[in-house]
């Protein structure tokens, strides 16, 4: 009998760690992952009155006046403005159908 197989008899030899003990984390879902910083510009109270006689107290896709929220046209993020020109009313349905909303 070779003396390797002796070794393991012994105990030398040891099992691989286990794949869930050397795992990562595992990626963070959507859902998980912490909301971006807030740093969004307040639209002016003055906008939002503009915007909010303009398009008549309504949601401007769908007519609705349930859960209303100023939309920006362009987002923020992709160089919008805060300007009433920018905004629209959408209610929530609508926007969260656009994915951008903001009350
Ligand atoms: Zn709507």
Redesign the pocket.
């Known amino acids: 009998m070779p003396a390797s197989d002796a070794g393991r008899r012994l105990g030398l030899w040891r099992p691989l760690p286990r794949r869930d003990d050397v795992r990562p984390e595992p990626p963070l879902s959507e859902q998980q992952v912490a909301p971006k910083p807030r740093k969004r510009r307040a639209i002016p109270d003055r906008a939002k009155q503009f915007v909010w006689n303009r398009d008549g107290g309504r ?6 006046t349930d859960k209303l929220g100023y939309d920006h046209i362009i987002p923020l993020s992709r160089g919008g403005s805060n300007t009433a020109r920018n905004l629209q009313l ?6 969260r159908r656009k994915g951008n909303f903001i009350t």
């Open positions: 949601c401007v896709q769908c007519g609705s959408l209610c929530e349905e609508c926007n």
